[in-house]
């Protein structure tokens, strides 16, 4: 196993509203390029741990396959794409636009429990953007000091969550939200030869427990997803932390693993796991590939 080299961002437009934590931006070239290796172009994309979703988007939005299905098991996350997909997307976005934001303003919103599915998107649009990490899994803490003493609001950009909204709703006809379980719709789907399957499951690594913190669903039967996935008829790839038991996992199942590199805002150098059936189209000759450097945050591209 080779680690590949790192993977500059700068082509990947941003259509996630959401920051999201352990979000897979810095991996769309990589998706491009699998979609590609393909034979055909997908008829269905399946992602079933979507989370803030800029997979299932680019692939949408580049028509990289015929449509997407989306999955995630958060209700406050799934808020967010319901309403935006199921037709109040503009709603959404002129509540983003006339609200504002301060402290006080945050701590009522958030002290409120919203029954209503477009007044739960915004809340969760708006904890995404006003707590640390963007983490909204109990724990997390609001910003109060921020970016450029910036305080609150460091990362709250109305006009580019607008623009973002708006431009998801434009492409609903190739998306398709369920609010459930990733491996209920793995297992209703895993028989049709014409669909690809997008894994990052959440994932908490022994001693690590990076999921525990970031995710208010962080429990997975990891064996069972990889059985699962080993009996898929179409093609999948999935992204895991670069830990032992996983590698082991993946051999047992006898699939195909590369460690891909990546930089973080603070150029700090982490890796990933990519696994699949078969790998080799990550696996393109040097001199082939320009050398990428530098992945920046994609937060260093938003504002307004
Ligand atoms: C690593 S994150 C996905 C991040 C995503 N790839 C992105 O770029 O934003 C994993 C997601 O799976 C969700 N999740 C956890 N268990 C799930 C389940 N059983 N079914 C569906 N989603 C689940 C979590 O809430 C979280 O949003």
Known sequence: MRHK?????????????????????????????????????PALFVEPFVGGGIISLTVAAERLAEHSLLVELDANVAAVWQTILGGRAKWLADRI?????????????????????????????????????GIMAPGSSLIRHGENNKGIKSRWYPTTLKKRILGIADIRDRLTFIHGDG???????????????????????????????????NELDHERLFEMTA?????????????????????????????????????????????????????????????????????EREGD
């Open 97 to 133: 636009m006339s609200f504002e934001v301060t402290v006080e303003s945050v701590e009522e919103e958030m002290s409120k429990a919203p029954r209503d599915l477009r007044k739960r998107a915004f809340r969760t649009i708006l904890k995404n953007r006003v707590y640390h990490g």
């Open 231 to 299: 009996s898929v008829k179409g093609d999948f790839l999935m992204t895991y932390d670069n830990a032992s038991g996983v590698v082991e996992l993946a051999n047992r199942h006898g699939f195909d693993t590369e460690v891909i590199s990546m930089k973080n805002t603070h150029h700090a150098k982490m890796t990933e796991l990519l696994i699949g059936r078969d790998l080799s189209w990550v696996r393109v000759p040097t001199e082939k590939k320009p050398i990428q450097r530098l992945l920046f945050d994609e937060e």
């Open 5 to 41: 080299r790192i993977v500059n961002v700068a082509s990947v437009p941003q259509l996630s509203p959401f920051r999201y934590p352990g979000g897979k931006t810095w991996l769309v070239p990589h998706i491009r390029a699998w979609m590609r290796s393909l034979p055909n172009r």
């Open 183 to 217: 491996l209920d719709v793995l297992g209703e789907h895993g028989n049709n030869p014409d669909a690809v399957f997008f894994l990052d499951p959440p994932y908490t690594a022994a001693g690590k427990m990076a999921g525990k913190r970031l995710y208010e669903h």
